[in-house]
C-alpha cells in the first residue's frame, strides 16, 4: 500500500514562502502522475499543481507565477516550492499520486497558514 507523508507547513506571513515536501514509501516511477491539492475551510478541495512522469508540470492559474512543482523520481519525493504567498493561500495542502490504472493515493495533509 502507498504512503504518502507530506511535511514543511506552518505558520508564514504574506509575501513570505514555504517548500511542501511529499515523501513516497515506493518508487516513484509507479506514478504517472503527482499532484498537490488543497482545501481551505468551507471549501472543496482544489488541485493546485501536478507534475508527470516525463516531467510535464501545470499549475493552478491562482499561483501561477508563484508556486512550482516539481518531483525527484531517485529520492521518492514531490515538491512544491510557494512564493509571494497570500492570505487566501491558507489551507491543507494534500499530496496525491496516480498510477498509470487510476488508483490514487492520498497523504494526510500538512497546514498551510498566511497571515500577519
Known amino acids: 500500500q502507498v504512503q504518502l507523508v507530506e511535511s514543511g507547513g506552518g505558520l508564514v506571513q504574506p509575501g513570505g514562502s514555504l517548500r511542501l515536501s511529499c515523501a513516497a514509501s515506493?518508487?516513484?516511477?509507479?506514478?504517472?502522475?503527482m499532484a498537490w491539492y488543497r482545501q481551505a475551510p468551507g471549501k472543496e478541495r482544489e488541485l493546485v499543481a501536478f507534475?508527470?512522469?516525463?516531467?510535464?508540470?501545470n499549475v493552478a492559474d491562482s499561483v501561477k507565477g508563484r508556486f512550482t512543482i516539481s518531483r525527484d523520481n531517485a529520492k521518492n519525493t514531490v515538491s512544491l516550492q510557494m512564493n509571494s504567498l497570500k492570505p487566501e493561500d491558507t489551507a491543507v495542502y494534500y499530496c496525491?499520486?496516480?498510477?498509470?490504472?487510476?488508483?490514487?493515493?492520498w497523504g494526510q495533509g500538512t497546514q498551510v497558514t498566511v497571515s500577519s
Open positions: 507534475v508527470t512522469s516525463g516531467g510535464t508540470t
Open positions: 515506493v518508487s516513484m516511477f509507479r506514478f504517472n502522475v
Open positions: 496525491k499520486s496516480t498510477n498509470a490504472y487510476g488508483g490514487h493515493s
